[in-house]
């Protein structure tokens, strides 16, 4: 009794498939005798014969094999299965070799399918080749879809192979007429149908404003149908209001009424820094976005209050601004009888903290207290309150010297703190007796009275130098400046060098002996330049 035929296939990897042909004759459900004939095979291996031959895809045996083993040197011829061809060079037989394995060389190859054909505005993609199994795939350019299949594969077909579907056909992408919107229109015709990439524009009706897209075009999706992309806009009534921003100015974009989508360009006032986007859009929902900006302040508010000063001008015109950016330099001068505390630049700087640098002050300039010991202050006007001044600027008073009353004196204090007339000094006795050397004065006493005028003359041999009348000032000197008496030459004596002739100029032993060390010594310069001279001729004549 003859059993069906079971081939035990495997499949590996990249779709290839072995077999395993031992049970063709068995049942494979009888697994005693599978294993018989399996331990049959392995025995005839290990004994140099060959087991049952291997199982090939491309090729099977001529005759049927009932054999479990093989002896060595047992060929077996094949042909080649459906859908593959031979190589004509190759031999079509599987060998028994001593070792117990069969030994072949691939014979057979698939057999390769014909071109598919160009696929109008489509593409064919191949994976591999045309061989047997193997697959195509089909698809459509942009804006046209896919009508039949998209993949076909290389197949056995009656005595040789071919592919398994028809070529399909990429037809148009067509969209239904754009649809309607209220309160606008589009600028598309009545046709009934819209072709891939057509594109119609809507506009709104006035006073509307347009949310969206105004253009949409008929585009694909999926891969099958024609739509309308984007979505039409939607026509709104829209407005916006001018935004206030605190020390800012719009520079671009005015109002006071905003569209959608209508912009405000912003900046700040000077010394303020903009925080946020300086350009806003009038949005959907009636908002601005992105929010109006702030104007932070980015300097020094206002000028330092410095008492008794007042800024220079600048181009003829007092500083006005509200805000002063920083390393802003502000120079400022004292008033009127006011003068700097300690010496320094006049200025003030804005710094990095928004903050006026440190200033000097300005204080009260001061007059000196009369010396009520010499005179009598018979008035007094008093210009205004001072706090640390006896006399400020602009007071006045009247007075008279203690030895003199007749006269009456009116002096006023100064801006520069000095009295105006300057006031006369009512002690007579001040200047001091000059002391000059070799010299006498024409009126010889202790104390010199103001005004009071002396000559000075020298004694015999002494000349003056300076001038001959000096006078005797209120600040108890002597103008102009003492003068001194210098011993001078003789009128018929020369000043000369010779020895002999400077005994006759000299008063005095001590000053008789210097001269004559110094005339030995210009006697023992000159002998020593003689002598260089006199070498230097006797050289030159070598």
Request: proline share 7%.
């Amino acid at each position: 009794m003859d059993f069906p035929r079971a081939l035990i296939t495997i499949f590996h990897g990249k779709g290839t498939m072995a077999s395993w042909p031992f049970s063709r004759r068995w049942r494979v459900s009888d697994p005693i005798l599978f294993q018989v004939t399996l331990a049959a095979a392995l025995l005839a291996t290990v004994l140099g014969k060959c087991g049952p031959p291997p199982y090939l895809q491309f090729a099977s045996p001529i005759s049927e094999l009932n054999e479990t083993e093989f002896e060595t040197g047992t060929t077996l011829k094949y042909n080649c299965r459906p859908g593959y061809r031979k190589i004509t060079a190759k031999n079509h037989v599987l060998t028994c070799e001593s070792r117990g394995t069969w030994n072949y060389i691939e014979f057979c190859v698939k057999k390769q399918c014909g071109n598919p054909g160009e696929l109008l505005n489509g593409q064919v993609k191949v994976k591999t080749d045309y061989s047997l199994g193997s697959q195509i795939e089909f698809s459509c350019s942009e804006g046209y879809v896919l009508v039949g299949p998209t993949t076909s594969y290389c197949e056995i077909q009656e005595k040789g192979v071919g592919w398994s579907e028809y070529l399909p056909r990429c037809m148009i992408v067509k969209c239904e007429p754009p649809p309607a919107i209220s309160n606008g229109k589009h600028n598309g015709g009545d046709e009934d149908f819209y072709t891939y990439g057509s594109s119609v524009t809507y506009s709104c009706d006035p006073d509307f404003s347009m949310l969206g897209k105004a253009s949409i075009s008929c585009s694909v999706e999926n891969e099958t149908i024609g739509v309308w992309s984007p979505s039409p806009p939607i026509c709104k009534k829209i407005n916006c209001l001018q935004p206030v921003v605190k020390n800012g100015k719009i520079t671009s974009g005015f109002g006071p009424i905003y569209a959608y989508k209508e912009s405000i360009l912003f900046g700040c006032d000077k010394g303020f820094r903009l925080k946020g986007s300086n350009l806003i859009h009038c949005e959907a929902d009636s908002n601005w976005s992105p929010p109006p900006p702030i104007c932070e302040l980015h300097g020094c508010a206002g000028l330092p209050n410095i008492p008794h000063a007042t800024w220079r001008r600048y181009s003829y015109s007092l500083p006005t601004e509200e805000v002063y950016g920083v390393d802003t330099v502000m120079s400022y001068y004292c008033l009127s009888g006011y003068r700097p505390k300690t010496s320094g630049s006049l200025t003030v700087t804005c710094q990095e903290d928004f903050k006026w640098s440190s200033y000097i002050e300005c204080v009260e300039v001061c007059c000196p207290v009369p010396d009520v010991d010499h005179i009598s202050i018979t008035y007094r006007k008093k210009n205004q309150s001072a706090n640390h001044c006896t006399y400020y600027s602009g007071d006045k008073i009247s007075y008279t010297c203690n030895n003199n009353e007749k006269v009456r004196y009116v002096s006023s204090c100064s801006e520069q703190g000095t009295w105006r007339p300057r006031m006369p000094v009512c002690d007579r006795a001040q200047c001091l007796k000059p002391v000059i050397d070799h010299g006498k004065l024409s009126v010889d006493q202790d104390k010199y009275t103001e005004s009071e005028i002396i000559t000075v003359q020298c004694d015999s041999g002494y000349g003056l130098v300076g001038p001959q009348n000096i006078t005797c000032i209120e600040d108890r000197t002597w103008h102009p400046q003492v003068p001194k008496c210098e011993w001078e030459y003789p009128e018929d004596c020369e000043q000369v060098h010779e020895g002999k002739k400077l005994m006759q100029c000299l008063p005095n032993p001590e000053e008789i002996k210097l001269a004559l060390e110094l005339y030995k010594l210009s006697l023992e310069i000159k002998l020593l330049k003689r002598q260089i001279d006199e070498k230097a001729d006797l050289e030159s004549s070598v």
